[in-house]
């Protein structure tokens, strides 16, 4: 990424990051990190001022949500946001839509999520992350901004959904 983007592309990544991205001089003067301090389940309003603490992310997804917010946009559409991973159990492309990472395909992970599935805990974090989604969408819903669905199919039905090739046929109109 540092070599194929413009220099004056600006980095949003989880503070997470830092070690690795100071460690390997990436994106020097460049980016923004995230303090994902807040918990939702606490939250009656969700905080996407990215200059300050926002709600702890567990997912890219909630994460592009509120730097989107952050940023103003009057409409934000989402593609591929079906979150029924649950559904599927754990497989060849379990859980991501790139499939397994060497990151993610060993037994210790294997293991953590084993652990999750017996314990409920994949469905709290599902329903934290619903409850951000919810919140954001609150937050959106008072700036004026839209965020539709233009996933087909899928459990997140918390936004309104559209019919995605009607969508990008009136981009090219």
């Not at 991973?85 to 754990?90: A, D, E, I």
């Not at 409850?131 to 936004?159: D, P, S, W």
Request: overall charge positive; charged content about 25%; hydrophobic content about 40%.
């Amino acid at each position: 990424m540092e070599g194929s983007l413009p220099k004056t592309t600006t980095l949003i990544t989880g503070a997470s990051s830092k070690p690795l991205l100071d460690e390997q001089h990436l994106f020097t003067d460049r980016v923004v990190y995230l303090s994902p301090k807040l918990d939702p389940l606490f939250l009656r309003r969700a905080r996407v001022d990215i200059t300050r603490n926002v709600m702890r992310i567990p997912t890219a997804l909630t994460q592009c949500l509120t730097v989107a917010l952050y940023m103003g946009f009057s409409t934000i559409y989402l593609v591929g946001f079906d979150l029924d991973q649950l559904c599927h159990g754990r497989g060849k492309n379990w859980g991501r839509f790139y499939g397994v990472s060497p990151v993610t395909a060993n037994e210790a992970e294997k293991s953590e999520e084993d652990k999750l599935n017996r314990t409920g805990g994949n469905w709290l974090a599902y329903w934290l992350m619903w409850r951000q989604f919810v919140l954001l969408g609150e937050y959106a819903e008072r700036k004026g901004t839209r965020i539709v669905n233009l996933t087909k199919g899928g459990l997140l039905n918390c936004y309104p959904r559209e019919d995605y090739d009607e969508v990008v046929s009136a981009f090219r109109a």
